[in-house]
C-alpha cells in the first residue's frame, strides 16, 4: 500500500501551491525502469489515469513537453502532425533533465526549469482525475486534468497508440 506521509516541497509543488491549485500527494515505493505500471499497482489507481510526463524535441532540438496516459505510447508522426513540425523525438535522458530540472522518472510538468510548450493527450482532459509526477521519484500528484490546460497552457493533440 502507498505511503501517507507528506512529502518535502519540489519545484512541481511549490509551482502549484503559488497558483492556488489544489492536488493531493501520493508518494510510493520507485522501482527503477518500473514506470506506470508500478505507480499505479502502488496507489491502487488505472494505469490509463497515471499521466506520464515525456521530455521531447523538433527536428531543430526544440524542446516540448507531451503528456501521455501511462498505458499509451506516443505516435510521434501523428504529434509532429499535429503540433506542426517535421519530426518530433524523445530527448535523451540527460538533455531531457538539462531542459526540466528533474531527474528522469521524476519529471513533472509543473515547476520547469527551462519554458517549453506542453501537448496534452486530448483524452486525458476527459478524465475526472489524474496522477501526475509531482517533482520527484516515488510521488505522483492528484489533480483534475483541467488544470493542465488553465496553468500551464497545455494544448490538447491527438497522438495516443494502444500500448
Known amino acids: 500500500m502507498a505511503k501517507k506521509e507528506h512529502v518535502s516541497e519540489t519545484p ?5 501551491r503559488k497558483q492556488g491549485v489544489s492536488f493531493t500527494e501520493h508518494p510510493y515505493d520507485y ?3 518500473g514506470g506506470t505500471s508500478v505507480s499505479s499497482r502502488e496507489l491502487g489507481v488505472p494505469e490509463h489515469h497515471v499521466v506520464k ?3 521531447m524535441q523538433d527536428e531543430a532540438a526544440r524542446p516540448l513537453i507531451v503528456l501521455m496516459h ?7 508522426k501523428n ?3 499535429a503540433i506542426p513540425c517535421k519530426s518530433v523525438e524523445p530527448c535523451k535522458p540527460e538533455v531531457a533533465q538539462r531542459h ?3 531527474l528522469v522518472g521524476g519529471t513533472s510538468p ?7 510548450p506542453v501537448y496534452v493527450e486530448e ?6 482525475k489524474i496522477y501526475i509526477n509531482g517533482g520527484r521519484r516515488g510521488f505522483l500528484i492528484g489533480i483534475d486534468p483541467k488544470v493542465l490546460s488553465v496553468v500551464l497552457g497545455a494544448r490538447a493533440v491527438q497522438c495516443a497508440l494502444a500500448e
Open 123 to 128: 483524452s486525458i482532459l476527459a478524465l475526472e
Open 70 to 76: 501511462g498505458d499509451r505510447k506516443v505516435s510521434t
Open 31 to 33: 522501482e527503477e525502469h
Open 100 to 102: 526540466s530540472g528533474y
Open 12 to 16: 512541481a509543488t511549490q509551482f502549484l
Open 110 to 116: 509543473f515547476g520547469i526549469r527551462k519554458a517549453m
Open 79 to 81: 504529434l509532429a502532425r
Open 53 to 55: 510526463t515525456l521530455v
